[in-house]
């Protein structure tokens, strides 16, 4: 009988197979490729000793001849070996991006039947700073939802402690940690998620709320880069919320209680 996953984690958990298969041919292909690898690699640097240490009476052009010839069967060979390295990868399920980055380990726990709102943590933080305002317009949503029945998850990009050093938020040199951002947005451990360096917090917002039923975003960015490859998602006006100041107060954009 299938079980419908109740959990983040349980609806994105790889399948695993029931009998997995040893596959002996794949073995076998990359412990060949490691060995050829190996054995390349020594050759020439075997070779390049010889030649600089004992000063054999070959002359140079043929010993240039040999090197290039070498490392360029080594090329080939290392070539091989990261293609079938990447195969037997592959051909393995891999964890989601959502889970496998998650350092603070709540995501698999998020409930599928539980109302979700998903805050772009930079894009509203730079918001609040262009107008004035900081953190405050972030803090203050973040309670309101909270209070509201919202389990909160709020993504930034990486280099939030720097930009949040930039802006004097804490004194230069302070070691980054989750703390200063908990104190900072009045966000909980398990409210927070950093995403790795190199990349941007946007597909991880996006990839929640695909998976996330009963969810919406709480950001200024219309990602309309992505809107090719999240059809289902960036759908009507109902799944991403902006804010907005008015008269000195932060509002959350077509936004029901």
């Not at 317009?137 to 939030?160: K, M, S, W």
């Amino acid at each position: 009988m299938k079980h419908n996953p109740i959990t983040l984690g349980e609806k994105l958990a790889p399948v695993e197979s029931k009998n997995p298969r040893f596959e002996f041919g794949a073995w076998l292909r990359n412990t060949v490729l490691t060995l050829l690898n190996f054995s390349l690699l020594t050759a020439i640097s075997a070779l390049l000793l010889w030649w600089l240490l004992m000063r054999p009476e070959i002359g140079g052009n043929i010993m240039v001849v040999l090197l290039a010839v070498l490392i360029a069967l080594w090329l080939i060979v290392y070539h091989r070996l990261q293609v079938s390295k990447a195969e037997i990868i592959n051909a393995h399920p891999q964890i989601h991006s959502l889970l496998a980055n998650d350092r603070q380990g709540f995501m698999r726990n998020l409930r599928l039947d539980a109302k979700t709102a998903i805050f772009d943590g930079s894009n509203i933080y730079h918001f609040g700073h262009d107008n004035g305002k900081d953190a405050q317009p972030l803090g203050e949503i973040v309670h309101q939802l909270r209070t509201q029945g919202y389990r909160i998850v709020c993504f930034f990009d990486a280099n939030i402690f720097y930009t949040l050093n930039d802006h004097g938020a804490f004194p230069s040199g302070q070691l980054h940690s989750l703390a200063e951002l908990e104190d900072i947005f009045g966000l909980k451990t398990d409210e927070i998620y950093v995403v790795p360096s190199g990349v941007q917090a946007d597909k991880f917002i996006l990839e929640s709320l695909k998976h996330l039923p009963i969810s919406f975003a709480v950001t200024n960015d219309l990602f309309r880069d992505y809107a090719p490859e999240y059809p289902t998602v960036m759908k009507g006006n109902q799944w991403r919320k902006g804010l907005m100041i008015s008269k000195g107060e932060v509002k959350l954009v077509q936004h029901r209680a």
